[in-house]
């Protein structure tokens, strides 16, 4: 079984449609793949809708989150969540609150841009944002390499668009606890994404994962591709310690990184296990 539980599509910073990506999954070979866009369901339909034959699809989301670090400080914090209800009003609100809020900070950062005389046009990126999806910064960064100002998505990160970086806006992102219960509450499974991929920026200490996983967090994704060795030691013995799901995956975005589908992997022990406590939707078979 070959199973990997973070992708992401058109819905939000990936570059495949849900229904591209589906089909991508199975052509890698994968038994079982999780579509997890950022603060989103809105690819659910259209990958269900065009699931190959013997591919299972995981709908879930990878919610926006901010955390304690454990050091006095806070630090951003990506939540997968696997197998909830999409209806359930309290997450709707809040990813919807988040969405709006993904497009006006990127319009902010456009803007910025702009003043600076940078050759991106705010209203055009607007025009070119996912309707129903989420924004995020690969979208700026694809406008910036069309423009010709970087070669790629990755250096434009380097360049405009990291969190230290000048023309950066934070977003107002789901306290992590707040987050961990909405998705209980809709019947759903967490699990803490790349949680010691240092590259991001902070990450939170192994106590504070503790007490996540004391308030309803389900797993931590300890093979994940920003992990180096010593990461993923650690996390997989944090999880055992704490009794947490472990998962594997490759948080693929199409040509937004370079990572491929499957790169990454879940057993199918583990996978069982998060599917047997998810209750608020299941898993699609074609
Ligand atoms: P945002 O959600 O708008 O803050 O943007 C963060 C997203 O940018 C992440 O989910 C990644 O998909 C992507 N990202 C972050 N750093 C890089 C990088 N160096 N190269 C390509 N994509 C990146
Ligand atoms: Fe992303
Ligand atoms: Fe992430
Ligand atoms: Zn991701």
């Known amino acids: 079984m070959r ?38 369901t809105a690819g659910w339909a259209e990958a269900s809708a065009a699931l190959p034959p013997g591919l299972r699809l995981v709908p879930g989301a990878e919610l926006s989150c901010v955390s304690p670090d454990g050091r006095g ?5 990506h939540l997968l969540a696997y197998l909830f209800d999409p209806l359930a009003e309290s997450l709707i609100a809040e990813q919807r609150r988040l969405r709006l809020e993904r497009r006006e900070r990127l319009r902010v950062m456009a803007e910025r841009m702009a003043a600076d005389g940078l050759p991106v046009d705010p209203d055009e990126l607007m025009a070119g944002l996912p309707p129903d999806g989420s924004a995020g910064r690969p979208h700026l960064a694809v406008a910036l390499v069309r423009a010709g100002v970087v070669a790629d998505v990755n250096e434009a990160f380097d360049r405009y668009l990291a969190s230290r970086g000048p023309y950066y806006v934070r977003r107002a992102d789901t306290p992590v606890a707040a987050a961990i ?12 994404a790349h949680a010691y991929a240092h590259e ?27 992990h180096d060795s010593t990461a993923r030691t650690e996390l997989r013995a944090l999880a055992g310690d704490l009794g947490l799901l472990v998962t594997g995956s490759s948080d693929y975005h199409g040509t937004n990184k370079t990572i491929e589908l499957g790169e990454e992997t879940t057993s199918a022990e583990m996978f069982s296990a998060l599917v047997e406590r998810a209750t608020g939707s299941t898993v699609v078979n074609a």
């Not at 400080?73 to 914090?77: A, I, K, L, M, T």
């Open 73 to 77: 400080g806070r630090c951003s914090v």
């Open 200 to 226: 991001r920026g902070p990450t939170v200490t192994p106590e504070v994962i503790g007490e996540l996983a004391a308030s309803g967090l389900g797993g931590l994704e300890v093979d994940h591709p920003l």
């Open 181 to 192: 219960e909405m998705i209980r509450n809709a019947g759903g499974v967490t699990v803490l």
């Open 3 to 40: 199973i990997d539980l973070h992708t992401h599509s058109t819905a939000s910073d990936g570059t495949d449609s849900p229904a591209e990506l589906v089909a991508a999954a199975s052509r890698a070979g994968l038994d079982a793949v999780a579509l997890t866009d950022h603060d989103t």
